[in-house]
């Protein structure tokens, strides 16, 4: 019996000291106090002396700043086909908070080329006022870039686009830069995911553990009729169908959702040391 007993301990002690192991693998990071909101254009201007950490298996180069509302990430790729399949399969942005009992959540970034009538079609239902005149710009000057964000679960559960209904305080990330040395910033809001879609449940002066995962070549749906009538019904523009242009530009865009892609598949996580409120 004894034996047993000394025999569970060990098998016990040795699980913790994997798991221990294995948190201890994570790069451990700060992020940095930003006294004023970060404009996210994927450029590096609010980013001078921030220091930078460096992920070898990826060739990535990060940073983070926050402030009492949103933590805003820059991601550096110096590797081409790893900012490919960024651009094609979207990037995976998981938190999950030190705190016992916090399961996490996150953001999918995603960057599509639109028509010019699903453009139209999506800045109307964020509530832009489009005259027509600058609909027929819009129309000569082609196809135009979206960059949209979907919440993820602690479940793997992903919904939207999140609409711009709090303007400043939603997910928004862009990018810049040659293939050989891409930018993106990112912006995530601090407060909790049952109160702001798209949220991390993070809080300054907290650790958060950061999961970054994009590529591969599965195929997935970013959202669900259910999810969409919920998460960007706010619109109050109806088309001749009795349905929000948003929903209406959402079943085209879902039907493209994430093409197959031979990308390879890359991630990365780290310990962030949130900045204290100030």
């Known amino acids: 019996m004894r034996h047993s007993i000394r025999g569970r301990l060990i098998s016990v002690l040795a699980v913790l000291v994997c ?11 700060k992020s940095q106090w930003a006294s004023s909101p970060v404009t996210i254009d994927g450029l590096d201007g609010d980013w001078k002396g921030c220091p930078v950490s460096h992920d070898k298996k990826t060739r990535a180069d990060f940073a983070f700043r926050n402030d009492g509302r949103n933590l805003y990430i820059l991601v550096v790729l110096k590797n081409p086909e790893a900012a490919k399949a960024l651009l094609a399969t979207g990037l995976k942005v998981f938190g999950r908070p030190g705190r016992p009992g916090s399961a996490g959540s996150g953001v999918l970034f995603v960057a599509r080329s639109v028509s010019a009538e699903a453009y139209i079609g999506w800045e109307v239902s964020q509530g832009t006022v489009l005259t ?19 919440a993820i679960g602690a479940t793997g559960s992903i919904f939207g686009p999140i609409g711009r209904a709090a303007r400043g305080r939603n997910p928004d990330f862009a990018e810049s830069g040659p293939a050989d040395a891409a ?15 798209g949220a991390i449940g993070a809080a300054p002066g907290e650790t958060l553990r950061v999961s970054f995962d994009w590529g591969g070549g599965e195929n997935q749906e970013l959202s669900t009729p259910a999810s969409r009538e919920q998460h960007v019904s706010n619109s109050g523009y109806l088309s001749g169908t009795g349905r929000t242009w ?33």
């Open 132 to 150: 027509e005149p600058e609909k027929v710009e819009i129309r000569k000057a082609g196809r135009r870039e979206l960059h949209l964000a979907y």
């Open 183 to 197: 930018a993106f910033e990112f912006r995530i809001p601090l407060a909790s995911p049952q109160e702001t879609t």
């Open 19 to 29: 798991v221990a192991s294995s948190r201890a693998a994570v790069p451990v990071t």
């Open 246 to 278: 948003s929903q209406e530009f959402l079943d085209t865009f879902d039907a493209m959702a994430r093409p197959s892609s031979n990308a390879k598949k890359y991630s990365f996580s780290v310990d962030v040391a949130l900045a204290e409120l100030r």
